[in-house]
């Protein structure tokens, strides 16, 4: 079934694996964005074609103007954040949002406002709007599906409609990443390089920095919490080292079913778009062959605060989960800058989760100034 996509991120590592699916299922692309990376996004408007193209970054947006002007039929070019939103806007079949950190939000409740189905790569989202999020969705009647593997997992396992009424508790599979099995002291003099040796995945600086500190895992629990509606205390997290079952779920009888497969994100983002059809696509098939081991281990929260303020956030509720995200965009961002320590990102973290309780309803604006105020308590604590 042919389908029309937009896809924010293409240039970043969840977009460009998006356009392999999307070449091998021979989708039309109606329009690409991204943040800056002009002449990858320019040679991908040669292949896909697309009607729009949007550029956040303003002098970036000159550049790709420059660009598309000579090419003999080029798409016309959005800019700004405001050209984010209005391209997502734009009626397709499906928005794939692989737009990194809480700047993907208001693309999110843009394509849900304009009844398009959401795939989610963009876990901030949820993370920082859950609440705004399930909402816009309930009141608008599309499908939110989920690209992170794990989540992919989860809602694959629970297709079954009858089961997933039984569901007790998520198993969510972790790495563990470069550092699994370090106690504190090992960490302390951890550097950039050495953290973005991620043992399985191919992702992008942010992400796998994040995969290192167990962040991304603390993000994708208070997703799972969204997605699925268990609270966090039936969500357990299951380090699986070799990323071949990527979650699990257990129902009320405690049978438990699992979905494995390579470590290949283009499995789970080709379900979000063919979904409920499964068909061939360009990942390879799981050798079982050469399939020696699965292990399994606890996620170390003692040692890796960003886990433990995630849980925290979560438990608080409210813009909590939308500071620890903010907190964390910021403190990465410092770490890559080689301006922090890897340590310090779990300990800015946790301390603006504990700074305030940040319960209550919250509005659009709310979340903004929420993500404003935890990167600001970052800078004036490191």
């Known amino acids: 079934m042919s389908k029309t996509i937009t896809l924010l991120g293409s240039t970043g590592s969840i977009g460009t694996q998006s356009l392999d699916v999307i070449r091998a299922q021979g989708y039309r692309v109606h329009g690409l964005a991204a943040n800056s990376r002009v002449e990858m996004l320019a040679q991908q408007v040669q292949e896909f074609q697309p009607d729009w193209v949007a550029v956040v970054d303003e002098a970036a947006a000159d550049k790709m103007e420059s660009l598309l002007a000579g090419m003999p039929s080029p798409p016309r070019l959005l800019r700004g954040p405001e050209g984010l939103i209005e391209l997502a806007r734009h009626p397709v079949d499906a928005v794939l949002n692989a737009v990194v950190g809480i700047a993907g939000l208001g693309a999110t409740l843009a394509a849900i406002e304009s009844h398009n189905d959401v795939a989610l790569a963009n876990k901030e989202s949820l993370v920082t709007g859950g609440h705004l999020v399930t909402e816009a969705v309930r009141r608008n009647g599309v499908h939110l599906l989920p690209v992170d593997s794990e989540h992919s997992a989860i809602f694959q396992c629970l297709q079954d409609a009858h089961s997933a009424k039984t569901l007790t508790k998520i198993l969510l599979t972790a790495s563990g990443g470069p550092f699994f099995g370090m106690k504190r002291e090992q960490l302390a003099g951890k550097t950039r390089a050495d953290a973005l040796k991620h043992p399985n995945w191919n992702m992008g600086a942010k992400i796998t920095i994040d995969s290192a500190s167990l962040m991304n895992k603390g993000l994708e629990l208070i997703e799972a919490v969204w997605l699925f509606g268990l609270p966090p205390e039936k969500i357990q997290i299951v380090v699986q080292r070799q990323s071949i079952i990527h979650s699990m779920v257990q129902f009320s009888d405690n049978s438990v079913l699992a979905q494995l497969g390579v470590p290949d994100m283009r499995i789970p983002i080709q379900y979000a778009l063919t979904w409920p059809e499964r068909v061939p696509g360009p990942a390879p098939e799981l050798d079982f062959t050469t399939l020696k081991q699965l292990t ?50 779990g300990r800015l973290v946790e301390a603006v989760v504990d700074s305030e309780s940040f319960g209550g309803t919250y509005t659009l604006p709310d979340v903004y100034e929420c993500d404003r105020m935890a990167r600001s308590f970052v800078l004036a604590h490191i």
Request: proline content about 2%; charged content about 30%.
């Open 296 to 345: 399994f281990d606890v996620a170390d929260e003692e040692t890796f605060r960003c886990l433990a303020a995630c849980k925290k956030a979560i438990a608080k509720g409210g813009l909590a989960p939308c500071a620890a995200n903010g907190a964390n965009e910021e403190a990465v961002r410092l770490f890559l800058e080689d301006k922090i320590g890897f340590l310090d990102i």
